[in-house]
Each structure stands twice: as C-alpha cells, then as structure tokens.
C-alpha cells in the first residue's frame, strides 16, 4: 500500500481544512488507516483512525472538531478539520495498518505498516 497525503495548508483560528490520504493497493479497504501529526519539537501523536469496519476514533483534543471518513471507492480517507486551533499546527501524516490486531491497538504508531510523506497544517492567530 503506498499512502499520499494532501490538502495542508495555511488557515486562520477557527477556520476549516480537509485532508485527504490516497492510497494505492487493491486491499485498501480492509486496513485501518489512522492520521497523526508531529509539531515541531514534539512526537508524532494519534489524531484519529477509522476501521475497515468503519469504526472511528479520536483523541480528546480534537473530539467534536475533526471527522475522518473513508470513500472505498476511491481508494481515500478523509480528515475533515474545523474550529482549528493554533495548537493544531503541525505536519499531518496518513498510515495504514492491516486488520490484526483489536481496535485500541490502532491508537499506536507501531501497528502501521505504510505511512504517508505528511502534509503541513498551519494554524495562524
């Protein structure tokens, strides 16, 4: 599976971006694909994960703000992200994992198999 991801870019406090992560792989559709962030000086961190069942998951900072959806069809999952925060300001990365492992596992980077080259979200005052 080969992931690029795009649709970074620069966006004042409270405004919106999607982020989109097309992939590549006839079996696309049965992986977990999860995106993180790494601002600078600090480690990559979860930002959500949605499940070849659908399933989705956030951490708490961005719960009630960002939505990821998947479309299949076309091989992309989606990062619908609003009411952004300067605190969002960071590189944004897709990764793919495959179905091996229990839901909570997919919070981890360490299950991801294939990860994205990461496009950059700034969030300006």
């Known amino acids: 599976v080969q992931l690029q991801a795009f649709g970074g870019g620069l966006v004042q406090a409270g405004g919106s971006l999607r982020l989109s992560c097309a992939a590549s792989?006839?079996?696309?559709?049965?992986?977990?694909v999860g995106w993180f962030r790494q601002a600078p000086g600090k480690d990559r961190e979860f930002v959500a994960a949605?499940?070849?069942?659908?399933?989705?998951y956030y951490t708490d900072s961005v719960r009630g703000r960002f939505t990821i959806s998947r479309d299949n069809a076309k091989n992309t999952v989606y990062l619908q992200m609003n009411s952004l925060k300067l605190e969002d300001t960071a590189v944004y990365y897709c990764?793919?994992?495959?179905?091996?492992?229990?839901?909570?596992?997919?919070?981890?980077?360490?299950?991801?198999?294939?990860w994205g080259q990461g496009t950059l979200v700034t969030v300006s005052s």
């Open positions: 990764a793919a994992a495959p179905p091996d492992y229990s839901d909570s596992y997919y919070y981890s980077r360490s299950v991801y198999d294939y």
């Open positions: 792989g006839r079996t696309f559709s049965s992986y977990a």
């Open positions: 949605i499940m070849w069942s659908g399933s989705t």
